[in-house]
């Protein structure tokens, strides 16, 4: 999709009322954008069909969140979080994504539904970024990124634990 973009520092913000649409395959390709997508983005539809969508991601998030998150959609639950994503230009944009798993008549996954929402950026500050920093650095003290992501599991694990052991309940008492 795209050369390796080193991020600029520049913040885009969604709207209150603007929501961020995309659908994936079942090895998380792109399928769909709608043109909200497209245009924090930057990248025309034609650049992001058929690519992976962790293509949009900033390289300040955690590895282990998208862990949790997929390991979440293949149980077939609908997971919520807190995303930094790198548009075309290198620009960031922070959302709120809910994302949930597109059902069949037959009861089969077909893909991936995510909408994206405007984040509260005081709440993004004060306890999302220091967290994901927490665990960021936890991930790349290990000699490995496999034993990076298996520590920063534990971590996330452990935060999980120590906030009353259940994501859902931490995460809506935001």
Known sequence: ?????????NERTLGEKD?????????????YANKTFLDISGFDEAEVLGVQHNAIRHPDMPRCIFKFLWDTLKERKEVFAYVNNLGKTGDNYWVLAHVTPSIAEDGSVLGYHSNRRAVNKTLIKNVVQPLYAQLLATEKAESSPKAGLEAGMQQLSAFITEQGGNYDEWFFSL
């Open 1 to 9: 999709m795209r050369p390796t973009i080193s991020p600029t520092g």
């Open 19 to 31: 929501i961020i649409v995309s659908k994936t395959d079942l090895t998380g390709k792109i399928t």
